[in-house]
């Protein structure tokens, strides 16, 4: 395989330090987003809107752009919610910052005339996502990338539907036997504590570093002092006895579910199409993640919850290993959980993108899925799961792209690794786009 990037003018998103300045050898970089002191437009001014945007010209071209992009409103608003980490602002804030964002990064089109836009992650943080969903209009190609729970590997796809798929995706590298093991821990869960809320001991801390906040503590400690009281009220001891199958909640809000969900980065949506989709006398016991916080676990979530008489919530010390052996199987928007469930031999249904969801025992929920297809299904073995991923991973980039995930590699060399993922991306882009591939 010959890799000869064509000379398409880029956008770099997220990349930073080493792998930046060698994505710049690699490629016409004609304008970079990123906090790298040398970016062209810093990552945290455009995430919080703190900079000048122009005036928007309004021509027909850019007016069809904006009705078309704007149709994906909810989905900003989902995504966006995390720069408001204090106090959920009123929908006109929302919208007016789904405007500026769109004229800015419309703008930045047209004075850099982009045609590639490369992208350390999977958009998912307000202003990436409107430059993706503008793309995908214009016609400009993309390639997202998102890193893996294994060593030194990450996914790409210029589609976010794609995402995982290895039929879907070129074929990189030659493959390697991994002899890959489920870890007995995953590394971002170490150290939890017990209660991730707005507690009295933050909101102290809060005040005597930035007292000039105090209206808006308050409030939040207001918002997870009711999230705590809905929790307490609501939560059960683990039932003996009963058939069920395991909810495990994702993090919100969080990449997993507001860009790889859909529909379902309403989890509460999930759980009641789960509820009316499971027979009689079979249960379903969701947990709460343990790092949730009262963002988007507002009084009316709970009391959709509360309306499911066949979902029992359970604490969130509740071991999940044991709760996935003694299912029938689990379902997940996209969670890790359903990855160790095949592990453990059990079915799992999945409500979003899950990267895991091209294996046999793994079922995309549909309403008409038969109950006895998903319950009586049986995963492929430990050791056939390691073959098989094996064999995804001949699709995927080699390297670290998010930094918190070089606690996975040994002896992390940056440069070394910068050169691994300017490789992987001149392949992918090579691989998918050297006959007139779509984009976006």
């Known amino acids: 395989m010959s890799h000869v990037v064509p000379p398409?003018?880029?956008?770099?998103?997220?990349?930073e330090g080493e792998i930046l300045a060698e994505l710049r050898k690699r490629f016409d970089v004609a304008c970079v987003i990123s906090a790298d002191p040398s970016a062209d437009v810093n990552w945290d001014s455009l995430h919080l809107l703190k900079l000048a945007v122009p005036a928007p010209s309004m021509d027909e071209a850019m007016r069809a752009c904006f009705?078309?992009?704007?149709?994906s409103f909810?989905?900003?608003?989902?995504?966006?919610?995390?720069?408001?980490?204090?106090?959920t602002p009123p929908f006109s804030n929302v919208y007016n910052s789904f405007v500026l964002t769109f004229t800015f990064c419309y703008d930045l089109w047209k004075r850099h005339r982009i045609e590639l836009v490369l992208s350390a992650n999977i958009a998912h943080e307000g202003f990436d996502f409107v430059l993706v969903e503008m793309a995908r209009y214009l016609?400009?190609?993309?390639?997202?990338?998102?890193?893996?729970?294994?060593?030194?590997?990450?996914?790409m796809a210029a589609r976010v539907d794609d995402f995982g798929l290895p039929a879907l995706n070129p074929t990189l590298y030659e493959r390697e036997a991994s002899g890959y093991r489920l870890p007995e821990n995953w590394f971002y869960m170490k150290k939890l504590p017990q209660d991730a809320s707005y507690g009295p001991k933050m909101l102290l801390s809060e005040l005597a570093r930035r007292p000039w906040r105090a209206?808006?503590?308050?409030?939040?400690?207001?918002?997870?002092?009711?999230y705590r009281q809905d929790i307490a009220r609501l939560t059960r001891a683990l039932p003996a006895g009963e058939r069920y199958?395991?909810?495990?909640?994702?993090?919100?809000?969080?990449?997993t579910t507001?860009?790889?969900?859909?529909?379902?980065?309403?989890?509460?949506?999930?759980?009641?199409?789960?509820?009316?989709?499971v027979p009689d006398g079979v249960k379903i016991y969701a947990k709460e993640n343990p790092k949730q916080t009262e963002k988007q676990r507002d009084e009316f979530f709970y009391k959709r919850l509360s309306a499911l008489s066949n979902v029992t919530l359970l604490s969130n010390a509740e071991d999940s290993i044991s709760l996935i052996k003694g299912s029938i199987g689990v379902a997940t928007i996209t969670g890790t959980a359903?990855?160790?469930?095949?592990?453990?031999?059990?079915?799992?249904i999945v409500f979003g993108l899950a990267w895991y969801r091209f294996i046999e025992g793994v079922f995309a929920f549909q309403t008409d899925l038969s109950f006895e297809t998903f319950s009586s299904a049986v995963p492929p073995s430990p050791e056939r799961l390691a073959d098989k991923l094996d064999d995804a991973l001949m699709t995927t980039g080699r390297g670290i792209v998010d930094s918190h995930y070089r606690v996975l590699v040994d002896g992390f060399d940056a440069i070394a690794n910068a050169h691994d993922v300017a490789e992987s991306l001149v392949r992918f882009v090579d691989a998918k786009f050297a006959n007139g591939g779509a984009g976006a």
């Open 139 to 155: 016609g400009i190609k993309v390639v997202m990338c998102y890193q893996s729970l294994i060593a030194s590997r990450f996914w």
């Open 215 to 226: 209206p808006l503590a308050l409030v939040r400690f207001a918002y997870a002092r009711r």
């Open 74 to 87: 909810l989905r900003f608003a989902d995504i966006n919610s995390r720069r408001h980490y204090y106090v």
């Open 245 to 255: 199958i395991y909810v495990p909640l994702h993090l919100q809000p969080e990449l």
């Open 258 to 277: 507001s860009a790889l969900g859909g529909d379902y980065s309403d989890q509460m949506l999930a759980l009641e199409a789960l509820s009316a989709w």
């Open 8 to 15: 398409y003018r880029v956008l770099s998103v997220g990349f």
């Open 338 to 348: 359903g990855w160790e469930a095949l592990f453990h031999g059990k079915p799992v």
């Open 67 to 71: 009705d078309a992009v704007s149709a």
